[in-house]
C-alpha cells in the first residue's frame, strides 16, 4: 500500500478534538479545510460500503445506488500532543445520516455560507438549529475578500437567532480562517458548561 | 486504494454492525508494539488497519481513508485488534468534547496560528 503521507510518531497521550466544517455545496468548506490543514485535505469516497464508481448519482433514480460520499477532512497538530480535526459535511442532504455520525463529539461547528447563495446553507443552518447539540456559529464567506451585505442583513436572511454569533471569513486566508475557527470554539465556551456534564 | 468490491461487508465484520465503544471518526488509534507475526494471522483489511496504524497515531477516519476500508467496516474492526491488545483506542473519545481545559488548549494551540 503507498504510505504517501506519513504521519508523525506521537508520543502516548495524544489528545484530539474537532470541529465540523458545514454548509452548502460550493460555499468553501473544501477550501477553508485545505488552507487550514496541514495534510492535503483527504477527499474520501470509500467510506460507505460499496463505493461505486460506475454509478452516477445524475442519472440515478434509486437512492440505493449512491452510495458513495465526497466529504473532506484536515488535521492541525496543535502541540506535541494534541490534534486538531476539521470534517467538512457532505452537501446533499441525503447524506444526513453521515453529518449526526460527524458531530458526535465535535466541539463546535461552523456554517459557512456564501451571500450571493444563501439558500443552499439553509438546511446546514437548520441542522444545527434543530437536529444537533453542537454549539455554532455562522460564517461569511468573502469571495471577492469583500463584504457585499451587513452582518444583521445576512442574519435575519437567514433567520438565525440572535444568540448565534455571525463572523467573516476568506477561507482562503489561513489566519482568517483560523479566527473563524476561533471564534466557533470561544462560543462552545460561552454556551457550556465549565464542569463536563458527564 | 478500495477494498474489495465482490466481499460484502458483513463478511468483513463477521455479521457485525456495532461496536462496544464509541469510535468517533476523529478518535485516534495506535499500535502498541508491532508484531509481524500477529500481522500475518489478520484478514486483509484488519492487516492493512494494523499496518497504517503502526505508522503513528491516526484517527479513525484517517484509518479509514487510507487502507480503502468503508468506515463501519473500519470501526468493527478496529475494535477486533483493540480487543486483542494489537491497537490501542485513545481514552479521550471518552470524555466531553465541550470539556474547558481541552477548549482552552484548543483555543491557545489556534492563536499562535492566527
Not at chain 1, 116 to 134: G, M, Q, T
Not at chain 1, 174 to 184: E, G, Q, T
Not at chain 2, 40 to 49: K, Q
Request: proline share 6%; glycine share 6%.
Amino acid at each position: 500500500m503507498a504510505f504517501a503521507s506519513l504521519p508523525d510518531r506521537l508520543p502516548p497521550n495524544v489528545t484530539s478534538a474537532k470541529i465540523v466544517v458545514a454548509g452548502g455545496f460550493g460555499v468553501g468548506k473544501t477550501t477553508l479545510v485545505g488552507t487550514v490543514s496541514e495534510i492535503p485535505p483527504v477527499n474520501t469516497e470509500a467510506w460507505m460500503t460499496q463505493a461505486s464508481r460506475s454509478v452516477d448519482p445524475l442519472n440515478g433514480t434509486d437512492a440505493k445506488t449512491t452510495t458513495t460520499v465526497a466529504m473532506d477532512f484536515g488535521r492541525l497538530r496543535l502541540a506535541q500532543d494534541l490534534i486538531l480535526y476539521l470534517f467538512g459535511t457532505p452537501g446533499q442532504p441525503r447524506f444526513w445520516p453521515m453529518w449526526d455520525d460527524l458531530c458526535r463529539g465535535a466541539s463546535a461547528a461552523l456554517v459557512l455560507v456564501d451571500t450571493r447563495r444563501l439558500d443552499v446553507s439553509f438546511p446546514a443552518v437548520n441542522y444545527f438549529e434543530n437536529d444537533s447539540d453542537v454549539p455554532f456559529v455562522v460564517a461569511v464567506n468573502l469571495f471577492d475578500g469583500m463584504q457585499t451585505h451587513p452582518l444583521e442583513q445576512v442574519r435575519d436572511a437567514l433567520g438565525v437567532a440572535a444568540s448565534v454569533p455571525l463572523v467573516t471569513v476568506d477561507a482562503r486566508d489561513k489566519r482568517s480562517a483560523v479566527r473563524a475557527l476561533l471564534a466557533s470554539l470561544t462560543n462552545t465556551m460561552e454556551k457550556t458548561s465549565p464542569v463536563p456534564s458527564r | 486504494m478500495t477494498a474489495n468490491p465482490w466481499v460484502r461487508p458483513y463478511v468483513l465484520t463477521g455479521g457485525r454492525t456495532r461496536t462496544r465503544h464509541r469510535l468517533y471518526v476523529h478518535t485516534l488509534v495506535a499500535v502498541k508494539r508491532y508484531d509481524p507475526v500477529s500481522a500475518s494471522r489478520l484478514s486483509p483489511e484488519a492487516r492493512r488497519l494494523y499496518d497504517r496504524a503502526a505508522v503513528g497515531a491516526q484517527s479513525v477516519a484517517e484509518l479509514s481513508a487510507h487502507c480503502g476500508v468503508s468506515l463501519g467496516v473500519t470501526r468493527v474492526l478496529l475494535e477486533d485488534l483493540a480487543a486483542t491488545d494489537r491497537v490501542r483506542i485513545n481514552d479521550d473519545a471518552h470524555t466531553s468534547p465541550y470539556d474547558h481545559s481541552l477548549l482552552k488548549r484548543v483555543i491557545d494551540g489556534l492563536r499562535e496560528l492566527a
